[in-house]
């Protein structure tokens, strides 16, 4: 069977979502956000402050918010992460149904079956936002560093799974520190680098001002995000102690 565009962007695979931070009506399966990409970023960073505080749950996640956003999807941010169990955006950014569209894989790496979720979220959906997140001690990256500085081999497709990343460790192979910290922040910053500049469908709406994208780290141990990776324009607006890192 051969689906249309319309009913292709109607599937129910990808339904779930509505416009962030109303309740006031049933979902609209046409709309968009209204955030603009500096408005999604400082609600993910207001998110992770509440993460930080102790909040466990979003207001967003009930009964009726399941209801609201069954017909319709509007994120207001693209999160490309990483698998790791111990890394669930909707958690740390404290937020709730339908507000994160979510791209996640080991090494958070971005794929041909990534990249067209991300065009999706973009042009289907209207996310004003990508960020592409690493973590603290990621074990696909570290895997990289252990083929990178010992040869090593993986089974199976762990082995192409993690070649993507190898580039990132050898740039990384340079910098002071932390040879896997560094390697992280490398991985996400040539994957944000491939976004910003290389992917013909996200390149209008970033010149138009209508979509960023941006790299962050997130700490396994203090719970923070570094947003260390953003377009000059994005300027952070909450006070330093609000922002994790």
């Given at each position: ?55 466990t ?10 209801h ?9 941010a ?78 199976g ?17 340079s ?21 910003r ?49």
């Amino acid at each position: 069977m051969t689906l249309s565009r319309r009913s292709l962007f109607a599937c129910a695979c990808c339904a779930g979502a509505v416009l962030p931070f109303s309740r006031a009506r049933a979902a609209d399966p046409h709309a968009h956000t209204a955030l603009t990409p500096d408005e999604a970023l400082d609600a993910l960073r207001q998110g992770n402050a509440a993460f930080l505080r102790g909040a466990t749950a979003s207001p967003l996640s009930d009964e009726h918010r399941r209801h609201e956003v069954a017909g319709g999807q509007a994120p207001f941010a693209i999160l490309v992460s990483c698998s790791d169990s111990r890394v669930p955006p909707e958690l740390l950014f404290a937020r709730g149904l339908g507000e994160l569209f979510v791209v996640r894989n080991a090494g958070n790496t971005v794929d041909s079956a990534a990249m067209g979720s991300i065009e999706y979220g973009v042009t289907a959906l209207g996310a004003p936002l990508i960020v592409v997140m690493g973590h603290e001690r990621c074990g696909a990256v570290s895997a990289a560093v252990s083929v990178v500085s010992d040869n090593a081999r993986f089974p199976g497709s762990i082995g192409p799974m993690v070649e993507p990343i190898i580039p990132a460790v050898l740039e990384a192979r340079s910098d002071p520190g932390e040879l896997l910290d560094n390697a992280v922040r490398r991985n996400v910053s040539r994957t944000v680098r491939r976004l910003r500049e290389q992917a013909p469908l996200l390149l209008a709406p970033q010149a138009e001002g209508r979509l960023k994208v941006v790299g962050a780290r997130y700490d396994l141990d203090d719970g923070a995000v570094d947003f260390f990776d953003l377009p000059q324009a994005l300027i952070p607006s909450l006070p330093a102690d609000q922002l994790g890192r």
